[in-house]
């Protein structure tokens, strides 16, 4: 008997509570880690096909706040050339072309000196890196000599070098060892990237999943074929001919941003093909540059050949692209109402670096002449350059998420 209210024995009721309360506070901790830890949404599409027929000016007063600028001195000794690649750090501003790695002073353009020396003696390069030449972390600049990449310190002294493991021709430093990128040659290629150490014994591959068959026409090499940069400590990949946008981690490649372009996408097993290169690749976005800031995604697309600039505001989640008016995807400098701005990177400070050529400068000083009289003192003394001399960079204070 259970006594008079048909009820369970108050020992059995004990028990009974006792586990229900156990089970309860099991089901409500895993509710409350479910909740507090993030949940991956898959990467970011980043709609460039919908916004392409919509593109517009993309005045510069809508991503930054302030431009600095810095023209950078001319001689026979510090000359840009093609190809240019510019960074800034807390004291330099660093121009890397196909055949020299240059210094300027930050605040005057002074130039300071030259990093090490194109050739084939010991310890010269006979390759810059055209992907990522500045390590602003470590603050060195890297080169290459056949099959070794050298390091250098930013008062010109080489630092060392590691040996490429077969079939990378750059490579990129990733916490103490290299990160290397394997271009598909044959269309069977099974990685496309190669973790290795300072001996460059190999790590790590990271595994490539996309075959295609040759077209037999030749071969071409696009150049860049891919990028890597720095945002936060983090370190992202991309790759032309492909829609995906990742950040690299040690252990595997996370979809970070998904390039959206519909029926202007580049196919993949084309990448090689010369045919492609001579006829149809107008009809399609190649990719020409990619960076990142905390708030925007910045990246420079070929199409039908014009150069287009395009931003992703992350906080807003829109795309903008320029209209294409602007040579070299440049934005409208409407803060100074100044030559427009051509982008080149973000830096370690999250300002955008970007410049304009001496040749457009001369250009603008001579269809705004009436606008020249209205620029501070600093601004107009920039129109006694000349064609032939280096570039003004630009450092514009970007906005803040």
Known sequence: MFGKKYGPPP?????????MRKYLLLLISVVLASCSTPIS????????????????????????????????????SCLIGNHMNISTSANYIIAVDSKQMLLFDRKTGKFVRKIGQYGKGPGDFSRTDEILPYDGERETLAAYQGTKRYTY?????????????????????????????KLNFTGKEKTKLELF???????KTYPN??????????????????????????????????????????????????????????PYAKQLSTEYARKEMNENFRMISVFESPRYLFY?????????ASVYDKQKGEVQINDGTERNAALVNDLDHFVPVSL??????????????????????????????????????????????????????????
């Open 153 to 181: 310190s930013l008062d010109g002294k080489l630092q060392g070098e590691v040996g490429l493991p077969g079939m990378i021709f750059t490579a990129v430093r990733f916490g103490n060892d290299y990160l290397g990128y």
């Open 41 to 76: 949404k898959g990467p970011t599409v980043v709609s460039l096909a919908k916004a392409f027929p919509d593109r517009q000016p993309i005045n510069l007063s809508e991503i930054a706040t302030k431009v600095e600028y810095v023209p950078l001195e001319t001689s026979d």
């Open 344 to 401: 080149a990177g973000v830096n370690q400070e999250d300002q955008l670096v970007g410049y304009a050529d001496a040749y457009r400068l001369v250009q603008w000083f001579q269809e705004h002449p009436d606008k020249t009289g209205q620029l501070p003192p600093e601004l107009q003394k920039l129109k006694s350059r000349k064609e032939t001399d280096n570039p003004v960079v630009m450092i514009a204070k970007l906005k803040n998420l």
């Open 300 to 308: 420079n697309f070929a199409y039908e050949k014009k150069v287009y």
């Open 209 to 266: 999943y996309l075959t295609f068959v040759p077209d037999g026409d030749g071969i071409t090499i696009w150049k860049p074929h891919h990028w890597f940069y720095r945002l936060q400590g983090q370190l992202y990949f991309y790759e032309l001919f492909n829609d995906t946008l990742f950040q690299a981690t040690r252990e595997r490649l996370i979809p970070t941003y998904v390039f959206g372009m519909g029926r202007f996408a580049p």
């Open 11 to 19: 020992s059995f009721i004990d028990k009974t509570d006792k586990t």
């Open 197 to 203: 150490d300072s001996t460059g014994t190999s790590v």
